[in-house]
């Protein structure tokens, strides 16, 4: 994933948050797009994304709609990753740098 990458998944992630605000706390809709939202943040985040299923748990569809599920998985992975406070390395140079060091 690029930096660029990154960020738009982030905008996407903050967006789907805002509907899930708005939108989801209709109860049975709510409940519908936690299920298709977790889907769609799995796709996009890998298995930090499963974490939107603890949307699920809120049948009244009241409570998490306060939680911003999808941008704390998006800025988390992007803080593992290292595209918030550091400088991502790519991986060939992550590969470069390994090889010069078992030289050294």
Do not use: C
């Amino acid at each position: 994933m690029t930096r660029r990458g990154y960020f738009l998944r982030l905008a996407f992630s903050i967006v789907y948050d805002l509907f899930d605000f708005t939108l989801g706390r209709i109860p049975l809709f709510g409940t519908v797009t936690d299920g298709v939202g977790t889907v769609a943040l799995m796709a996009l985040w890998g298995p930090a994304g499963a974490v939107n299923l603890l949307e699920l748990l809120d049948f009244t569809e009241q409570i998490d709609g306060f939680i911003p599920t999808a941008t704390l998985v998006a800025l988390f992975v992007g803080w593992r990753e290292g595209f918030l406070f550091g400088k991502p390395q790519s991986d060939s140079r992550r590969i470069a740098q390994s090889g010069r060091e078992g030289t050294a």
